[in-house]
């Protein structure tokens, strides 16, 4: 289960891009692991309380991509597992590209 599905990822009408994804709280690590479906399944190492899994989400991608937090937003889906992301300042391709090589290389963050 690796690489990104066309799918997952296209252009913001405001610019940058919007990610879909599959957010899976409460694993034993925070990972970008890869495709699922037409999103990206992200594990994170956190419970989905109190914003708190959104929180961990955006700090992940912003690591991974090396953006600041700021250029992560939670667009939709704040209290659901599938969610979409507005990553400013990288278009869909680069976007496309970081993911794909954060999930070849399990980008991980230590659990918090």
């Given at each position: ?54 929180r ?54 230590a659990?918090?």
């Open positions: 289960m690796s690489g990104v599905p066309e799918t997952a990822v296209r252009p913001a009408p405001s610019g940058g891009s919007v990610l879909r994804v599959k957010v899976v709280p409460g694993a034993s690590r925070s990972e970008i692991v890869g495709g699922h479906g037409d999103r990206v399944r992200i594990a994170l190492a956190v419970p989905a309380e109190k914003g708190g899994a959104n961990a989400l955006e700090l992940l991608l912003a690591e991974a991509l090396n953006l600041t937090r700021r250029s992560i937003t939670i667009a939709s889906g704040a209290t659901s597992p599938e969610k979409e992301v507005l990553i400013s300042g990288m278009g869909p391709e680069e976007l496309r590209e970081k993911l794909s090589a954060a999930a070849g290389g399990k980008h991980r963050r659990k918090k």
